[in-house]
């Protein structure tokens, strides 16, 4: 559908200026302040009651400076750098099949009657079912390898988006779709076109919610069988008792899952200014 343009005497007459306000200035810098302002003190505060008052045990609570240590050691022989690049492969994979059949049901069962009648009650039964239940399942039917925990990884990632895409779709307005219509668009390139694009903010955050899920399911898929990846240096550690890796494997889980939710927001903003 064609823009709303102004007409070429109304764009002469606009203003063309283009400074930014320099009330603006003041509180991006606040922003970016507050931003790392938390985790700063986080950080003061874990070094205070571990370090310097010795309120929590190394055993129980280590300091920064013995997690810093942890994955300098892991880092210098390359074992840290394996285990985020695989980790990091096996939920993209996830993310991206479970984004796209849920994208794909989504729209099926928000657009159809018949498939919300026919599909939604199960998926909705489905979506309860908890992450470590389907390991055993996924075990027998695909194997010990890599398509098992993609898979698991798959399955947390559809469901928010799902039911994200689903919801929205179903409350498009209808004025909008016969707009759409009278373009000519039908099927596909009306839900491409105008119901989609309609709904564009909805379905990205339910891309980020499929990308945090997606995270937390990684754990449960490093539990079948792994020998590589950050759920396994959780597990690992555990069993070794190096609470300092333990640690150092949360924050590389929380560092990774906020760029990558980053990411997303970048796409957000792209599709936002696009439609």
Do not use: C
Not at 93 to 106: C, I, S
Not at 240 to 254: E, S
């Amino acid at each position: 559908m064609a823009a709303l343009t102004l007409p070429r005497a109304a764009a002469h007459d606009a203003p063309t200026t283009t400074e930014p306000a320099p009330a603006q200035t003041a509180p991006s810098r606040w922003r970016h302040l507050a931003v790392v302002a938390v985790p700063l003190a986080l950080l003061g505060l874990w070094h205070l009651l571990t370090a310097v008052t010795g309120v929590f045990a190394s055993y129980q609570l280590p300091s920064p400076a013995a997690v810093w240590a942890a994955g300098t050691e892991l880092a210098a022989d390359g074992t840290l750098w394996t285990h985020v690049a695989i980790s990091t492969q096996r939920v993209v994979l996830g993310f991206a099949v479970g984004a796209v059949a849920g994208l794909a049901v989504g729209a099926l069962v928000g657009l159809s009657r018949w498939a919300d009648t026919l599909l939604a009650g199960t998926v909705g039964a489905v979506r309860a079912v908890p992450s470590l239940a389907w390991v055993p399942l996924l075990i027998l039917w695909i194997g010990i390898n890599e398509d098992s925990k993609v898979t698991l990884i798959a399955i947390g990632a559809f469901f928010p988006v799902y039911t994200t895409v689903a919801s929205a779709l179903r409350h498009v307005d209808p004025h909008l779709v016969e707009v759409g219509r009278a373009y000519g668009y039908r099927g596909v390139r009306l839900l491409t076109r105008v119901q989609l694009p309609a709904v564009t903010p909805s379905v990205v955050a339910g891309l980020r919610l499929a990308l945090a899920q997606a995270w937390l399911f990684l754990v449960a898929a490093e539990l079948i069988a792994s020998s590589m990846g950050l759920g396994f240096l959780l597990t690992d550690s555990q069993n070794n008792g190096r609470v300092d890796r333990i640690l150092l494997a949360i924050i590389a889980l929380a560092v990774l899952g906020k760029v990558t939710d980053s990411l997303l927001g970048l796409v957000e903003r792209r599709l936002a200014r696009r439609w």
